[in-house]
Nanobody, 118 residues
Framework: VQLQASGGGLVQAGGSLRLSCAASGKNLNIITMGWYRQAPGKQRELVAT???????NYADSMKGRFSISSDHAKNTVYLQMSSLQTEDSAVYYCYVVIRGNIGNYGYWGQGTQVTVSS
């Protein structure tokens, strides 16, 4: 399974960015797709996830500002980020859980840098 994330960059506070992450591989049976982030000196934390049944889950600090969506036909997950704040600066990682023959497996993307300037 390969994950290709894109869309990060530099934005001013109050601005918006849209991240994308496409999963590729054979016979993907995706259970969950989502985003985590890690700022320098901090632990990786949940941003948002979306499941195959359409349900979503957000970290409290992202609710109302971030929106996660997915295109199952393209095995792609999106993260629309609005009202960005300097504390949102981090490396954002895509995460996918795949249903396998004998269990479920998680995969991380390579990360995309988001920098919010004041």
């Amino acid at each position: 399974v390969q994950l290709q994330a894109s869309g990060g960059g530099l934005v001013q506070a109050g601005g918006s960015l849209r991240l994308s992450c496409a999963a590729s591989g054979k016979n993907l049976n995706i259970i969950t797709m989502g985003w985590y982030r890690q700022a320098p000196g901090k632990q990786r934390e949940l941003v948002a996830t979306t499941a195959s049944d359409g349900s979503t889950n957000y970290a409290d600090s992202m609710k109302g500002r971030f929106s996660i969506s997915s295109d199952h036909a393209k095995n792609t997950v999106y993260l629309q980020m609005s009202s960005l704040q300097t504390e949102d600066s981090a490396v954002y990682y895509c995460y996918v859980v795949i249903r396998g023959n004998i269990g479920n497996y998680g995969y991380w993307g390579q990360g995309t840098q988001v920098t919010v300037s004041s």
